[in-house]
């Protein structure tokens, strides 16, 4: 018995974001994640608005008699740093950081990841056994590792951070995107598409990327967590962001001698960090189980 042909025809693709929209709503995680990820969305883009202390500003009415960091109060809301800065205009800006880093990087990331994995499974052969190879060999460094080592080599900023971060977490995506080519590749519609002469790239893109776009979007939407993460790791051992420019992890590596006398200046930014990685995880969760249910099982 053959399998019967998926129509691969046009999708009407506004009413199935609204579909999907309207189910991430109905699940309480999801809409809660996806909440969180509108708040800091709207405060990177209208930080200048927002901000109400020039985040550089070094002030003296920011600091102690003492010189300490004044804790959180009516002028400071979340109080101040080791410099007299205002930590909540400097969280507000280290927020647009965050979230430039994570979507480029898990843009670049993804779009190399399925591309080597989409071209390894519908080639096969000796292209698919070099991709996958290489694919492995990338597997086997320990991803933060190989990070600080690239981030260490070049001179950081945020478009280094960003390509430092999607040469280490493209292999995953490339992986699953693989073994879900090479299943589709053996289906009857693809053989059919084959045995009428259709090109390679008509075949990729008109009938295999329809089939893995609801893996690609799930995949990209939990790894932005991965790169928020990865980011203020990086920024936090010193070879990612650098200073004057606010990052959620060098805020907390600035200010870490800080830690016994004025806390909130760990625990705010590393509060964010968790904030925004747990939004991305649970909408890429709810999108999981909404595009296809059956990717829990298979992973």
Request: charged residues 10%.
């Amino acid at each position: 018995m053959t399998d019967t042909p998926v129509a691969s025809g046009p999708v009407p693709v506004r009413s199935r974001i609204v579909e999907v929209l309207s189910a991430l709503m109905r699940r309480p995680r999801a809409a809660f994640g996806m909440a969180i990820i509108v708040i800091m969305v709207f405060a990177a883009v209208f930080a200048g608005w927002i901000m109400p202390h020039d985040p550089f500003e070094q002030s003296f009415d920011g600091l102690t008699l003492s010189g300490a960091p004044l804790p959180p109060n009516r002028q400071f809301w979340f109080g101040t740093d080791l410099l007299g800065r205002d930590l909540f205009s400097r969280l507000i800006l280290g927020t647009r950081t965050s979230l430039i880093i994570g979507v480029v990087a898990n843009g670049i990331a993804v779009i190399v990841g399925a591309g080597v994995g989409i071209t390894a499974g519908y080639f096969g052969g000796w292209i698919g056994a070099i991709l996958m190879r290489f694919t492995d060999l990338m597997m086997a460094f320990p991803a933060l590792l190989l990070a600080i080592v690239l981030a260490a080599i070049f001179q950081p900023s945020l478009m280094i951070v960003a390509l430092v971060i999607a040469m280490v977490n493209w292999v995953q995506m490339s992986r699953v995107i693989y073994t879900e080519t090479r299943s589709l590749t053996e289906r009857d519609f693809i053989q059919v598409q084959r045995s009428i002469g259709s090109g390679h790239v008509r075949i990729i893109l008109r009938h295999l990327l329809p089939h893995l776009l609801s893996s690609i979007v799930v995949f990209g939407t939990l790894g932005i967590s991965t790169t928020v993460l990865l980011e203020a790791t990086l920024s936090y051992l010193g070879v990612g962001v650098r200073p004057p420019i606010p990052s959620w992890g060098n805020i907390i590596f600035e200010n870490q001698t800080y830690f016994s006398t004025a806390p909130w200046l760990v625990f705010l930014p590393g509060a964010a960090i968790v904030l925004l990685a747990l939004a991305f995880n649970l909408v890429g969760d709810a999108l999981r189980d909404i595009l296809d249910p059956t990717l829990k099982g298979r992973h």
